[in-house]
Nanobody, 113 residues
Framework: QVQLVESGGGLVQSGGSLRLSCVVS????????MLWYRQGPGKQLEWVAT???????SYADSVKGRFTISRDNAKNTVYLQMNSLKPEDTAVYYC???????WGQGTQVTVSS
């Protein structure tokens, strides 16, 4: 079955950086669009970024210019490089394969002011 394991979260000061990773198994990774979502405290789930199997990318306006999504098909891994972090980026971050309903456990990102 599909499994997604996110990692790389932590506590960082405003303006800092983190890189999240998501290792995927159980699907043909290279054929999948991969997405990152986040859910902040008391907030609804929010789409963050998508990378398509051809490599094209799309970002939410709230992270455009600060976050970069990338993938390594040889490692079945999708990344989210987050720079210039703000307190409002505090959330649990999840990755998801575009055609699958399965979610990982998420990784907590906390940005202090």
């Amino acid at each position: 079955q599909v499994q997604l394991v996110e990692s790389g979260g932590g506590l960082v000061q405003s303006g800092g950086s983190l890189r999240l990773s998501c290792v995927v198994s159980g699907i043909i990774f290279s054929r999948q669009a991969m997405l990152w979502y986040r859910q902040g405290p008391g907030k609804q789930l929010e789409w963050v970024a998508t990378i398509f199997n051809g490599g094209s990318k799309s970002y939410a306006d709230s992270v455009k210019g600060r976050f970069t999504i990338s993938r390594d098909n040889a490692k079945n891994t999708v990344y989210l490089q987050m720079n210039s972090l703000k307190p409002e980026d505090t959330a649990v971050y999840y990755c998801k394969a575009g055609t699958q309903a399965t979610w990982g456990q998420g990784t907590q990102v906390t940005v202090s002011s």
